[in-house]
Structures are given as structure tokens and as C-alpha cells.
């Protein structure tokens, strides 16, 4: 159902060919990715590989499908929620007879064309991480959510096409490396 859900939206959306190269590994208890777009989260969660950690106003628009998508909603307004989120990403990545946890790092939207500084929190739960990488191609427009949902939704719909590429990586170990360090 996730995954119909998932790529039937895309399709709507114009995507005309996903491209994966590698392959999820599940050792890896947390996936991080480059987050471009709404559509990353929908991508990825229609692989039907990892449980998405964001932050709660993040998914207002599909926040009846968060529930079947199993995310963990968190704040990051206080120290006190902070630290809350902290102890529940921990906890949940602990479980291993769940699937990887998805965090985007950068703990924002980019245009995608560099990445910004991660946030450190969840490489301190000293778990094996698998990167991904997610790039759009679109003949037309840029796909990426740096323009607000009005302009962004009208972009995307108005452009004939885009294609995605998403690439697993290898799996990566902190190794006794600081959070800062192996971010």
C-alpha cells in the first residue's frame, strides 16, 4: 500500500524513471539523506526501507499517512524536547526488529546543490549509519523546496517530467568517533 501510495503520488507528481543504484542494508540502524523535497520523504518511504524521525510540522501535509509510515515526531523547541527527542531516537534505534531509521541531518531543505552542517544528535547514538543521496532531474524546473508550496507545487506540475536518482552507499560505523567527528 506504502509503496503504490507512494510512487502513484510521484507519478502524478511527473516522475518518469527512478534510478537506484546499490541497495539498502539493514545492519545499518539509522539511513541519512540529502533533503531536497516534500517528495524525498514519499520516495523513500515507498522503498519501503526506512521509518522516518522529523520534526512534526514537518509532515503536516501527510500526517494521516505519518501514522500508517510509523514516523517519529519530534520537537526541538526547548532544551527539555530537545532532549526528549534525543532519548526517543536512541531508544527507537536500539530496536533492531525495526527498519533503519531515516533522520535528513541537515535538518532542513537545500536546494541540493551542497550540503550544510549536520546536526549532531543522532550520530551520537554511536549506530552504523548508511548515507544516501537522492538528485532530481527535471529538463524544466528545480524540483527542490526552496521557494515555498504555492511556487513549488505549480513548478513541479508545470514541468512535462523529472527523473530521481537515489544511491545507497556503504554502511559506516562510528568507531569510537565523536558525534562531531563522524558527522
Given at each position: 500500500v506504502l509503496q503504490t501510495f507512494g510512487f502513484g503520488y510521484l507519478r502524478i507528481l511527473g516522475l518518469r524513471r527512478c534510478s537506484i543504484v546499490g541497495k539498502p542494508d539493514r545492519r545499518a540502524r539509522l539511513a541519512v539523506s540529502n533533503h531536497i523535497t516534500w517528495m524525498d520523504?514519499?520516495?523513500?518511504?515507498g522503498l519501503h526501507y526506512a521509518q522516518l524521525a522529523a520534526k512534526e510540522r514537518l509532515i503536516w501535509p501527510l500526517n494521516r499517512m505519518s501514522k500508517l509510515w510509523h514516523y517519529i515526531n519530534f520537537d526541538r523547541s526547548?532544551?527539555?524536547?530537545?532532549?526528549?527527542?534525543?532519548?526517543?531516537?536512541?531508544?527507537?534505534?536500539?530496536?533492531?526488529?525495526?527498519?533503519?531509521?531515516?533522520?535528513?541531518?541537515?535538518?532542513?531543505?537545500?536546494?541540493?546543490?551542497?550540503?550544510?552542517?549536520?546536526?549532531?544528535?543522532?550520530?551520537?547514538?554511536?549506530?552504523?549509519?548508511?548515507?544516501?543521496?537522492?538528485?532530481?532531474?527535471?529538463?524544466?524546473?528545480?524540483?527542490?523546496?526552496?521557494?515555498?508550496?504555492?511556487?513549488w507545487l505549480w513548478r513541479v506540475l508545470a514541468q512535462p517530467y523529472f527523473d530521481v536518482r537515489v544511491e545507497f552507499l556503504p554502511i559506516q560505523c562510528p568507531e569510537g568517533r565523536s558525534a562531531e567527528a563522524f558527522a
Open positions: 520523504t514519499t520516495l523513500l518511504a526547548t532544551p527539555q524536547a530537545r532532549a526528549a527527542a534525543a532519548e526517543a531516537i536512541a531508544q527507537r534505534v536500539k530496536d533492531t526488529s525495526k527498519p533503519p531509521l531515516l533522520v535528513y541531518p541537515e535538518g532542513t531543505v537545500t536546494n541540493g546543490q551542497s550540503l550544510l552542517r549536520f546536526k549532531l544528535g543522532v550520530f551520537s547514538t554511536n549506530a552504523p549509519v548508511q548515507p544516501i543521496t537522492i538528485s532530481y532531474n527535471s529538463p524544466d524546473c528545480d524540483v527542490s523546496w526552496t521557494f515555498g508550496c504555492t511556487n
